[in-house]
């Protein structure tokens, strides 16, 4: 079993189970421009004045230029995110709430075709040497979103990330997502390992209680997302910088 130096702690675990947004991809970089985009495309097709810009763009997470921490389009899945748009537009525009739900996946899919998944395939620094370093070590890697697959497969191939990773798990393949543990169930069956034999790494609440519901060995945060220090502190097993404070052992 391959050994994992974790901080200042030597770990033996087979898999690594990584989030993607805000864990692997610099979603904080890119996100104020894709929420913008989003809001401009569905008031292109449905019109209505800046107030409801704002609000909608606040809907999502998005507040004075600056992206709010455990708001939809960080904590919540691309249906959440896609709800959220729809309710405003059923409270303040009168749009009954599946139509919103139309227009807002609309607006989220051809924002994507408007923007081009390269843009928004920004790795965090550091993040392609050290999955390198842990796959040529042995490690098992792994990726647990709340994004959709085909969208996560294309992301961490623009990224540069997708030789490094064994398996994948996508809300759009599971019952629950996080913090329930399906994620992790499907990756670990997908690994052939057991949840104890992995470590669940993450920037978000979500993503160390998943891994806790799930039985993992470890919990890792890491300080490159959604979650302050204060908010995982005591409830993660260890905390980190970035993903490069983990490296192989030996």
Same mark, same amino acid.
């Given at each position: 079993m391959p050994a994992l130096k974790c901080g200042n702690q030597i770990i033996e675990c087979e898999g690594i189970i990584f989030d993607k947004d805000g864990t692997l991809i610099d979603s904080f970089k890119i996100w104020p421009a894709l929420i913008k985009n989003r809001v401009k495309i569905l008031q292109r097709e449905i019109g209505f004045d800046k107030e409801m810009v704002q609000l909608l763009e606040k809907a999502m997470g998005l507040?004075? $230029?600056? &992206?709010? =921490? =455990?708001?939809? /389009?960080? &904590?919540?899945? @691309?249906?959440?995110?896609?709800?959220? %748009? +729809?309710?405003?537009?059923?409270?303040?525009? $009168?749009i009954p709430w599946d139509v919103g739900m139309e227009k807002a996946n609309m607006a989220l899919d051809l924002c994507d075709k408007e923007m081009g998944l390269v843009s928004q395939a920004i790795p965090i620094s550091g993040v392609p040497k050290t999955l390198k370093n842990l796959y040529e070590a042995g490690f098992k890697l792994a990726v647990a979103t709340n994004d959709d697959m085909e969208r996560t497969h294309a992301l961490m191939k623009y990224a540069g990330l997708a030789p490094y990773i064994h398996a994948y798990a996508c809300r759009n393949e599971v019952e629950r997502s996080k913090p329930a543990p399906d994620l992790i169930y499907l990756i670990c @069956? =997908?690994? $052939?390992?057991? +949840?104890?034999?992995? /470590? %669940?790494? $993450?920037d978000s609440l979500l993503d160390i209680q998943m891994g806790i519901n799930a039985g993992v060995y470890m919990t890792v945060g890491v300080l490159t997302g959604a979650s302050r220090k204060e908010e995982i502190d005591g409830i993660s097993d260890m905390i980190i910088q970035d993903i490069s404070g983990m490296q192989p052992g030996f």
């Open positions: 507040k004075e $230029g600056d &992206v709010i =921490r =455990r708001s939809p /389009i960080v &904590v919540g899945s @691309r249906e959440q995110t896609a709800a959220a %748009m +729809a309710t405003l537009l059923f409270v303040y525009c $009168g @069956r =997908r690994l $052939g390992l057991e +949840a104890g034999q992995c /470590i %669940m790494v $993450g």
